[in-house]
């Protein structure tokens, strides 16, 4: 099974696989850590460490657990996400495809309805990019978009943590399911979406196309102010914050 998150994880495979592991692996020898190539290993890598950071922080955190910590808290996250999907799943389809009622664990994938897609190709967003414009709009509700098209080209992968509280869950819910109502409604927005954070959607295609490889550093850049503070945001129903996001008349 493998670490995830950053891409930088510890990954763990059958004993008979040791032997072959590329780059150098870390083992315990006494009171230290030592670094061992293994006698067969198929290769090596460019980067033998990975983020060293990554890795004492998420040793850390099972160190300060315990056994029966990493018990509770891995329940906790699949709960979260079970209780998540219970209120979500009358409004999105679920991925993989076919499997609506296969238990999920700690995360879980949404998706669009064909109509969803057909209204937002009308509405000018195609439909290769319908995933990642609906991303941009949780930044508009006070979260952190969550994985798009990832593992699955139209899925949006929710993961909430084991350390949110119920009221933090429910209010992430209510988000979700209001921005599905502007997805039905008001499709036309997500054209326009993030409207509240300091800059719009990066051209991606453009900043490919175009390297800056280097530049001169004369001064400190100029730091965007959000267009609505996340701190107000946060404070805002979330029915206010639809109003907002749609262009309708909610004042802060």
Known sequence: MGGGGPGDAMVAVSQTLIDFLPGYQIEKQGGEFVPVKPKHSIG????????????????????????????????????????????????????????????????????????????????????????????????????????????????????????????????????????????EQHPDVLNSAPRFTPVDRVDEVAANRQLTLSAPLTGLPAIHENRLSPRIIAEMPIDDIFERVTGCCATV
């Open 44 to 183: 090596s890598f460019h980067r033998h460490w990975g983020n060293f950071a990554h890795k004492v922080r998420a040793y850390t955190y099972l160190l300060r657990l315990g056994k029966e910590g990493v018990r509770r808290m891995s329940a906790m996250s699949v709960l979260s996400a079970r209780y998540l999907l219970s209120r979500l799943r009358e409004r999105y389809p679920t991925l993989p495809a076919g499997a609506p009622d296969a238990p999920r664990m700690h995360e879980f994938i949404l998706t669009l309805s064909e109509d969803d897609f057909k209204g937002l190709e009308a509405a000018g967003v195609p439909r290769a990019m319908a995933i990642t414009r609906v991303g941009k709009l949780f930044l508009d509700f006070g979260f952190h978009a969550p994985t798009v098209a990832w593992p699955e080209q139209f899925g949006l992968m929710i993961e909430p943590t084991e350390s949110y509280t119920q009221a933090e869950l429910d209010r992430f819910a209510d988000a979700v399911i209001r921005i599905k109502d502007v997805i």
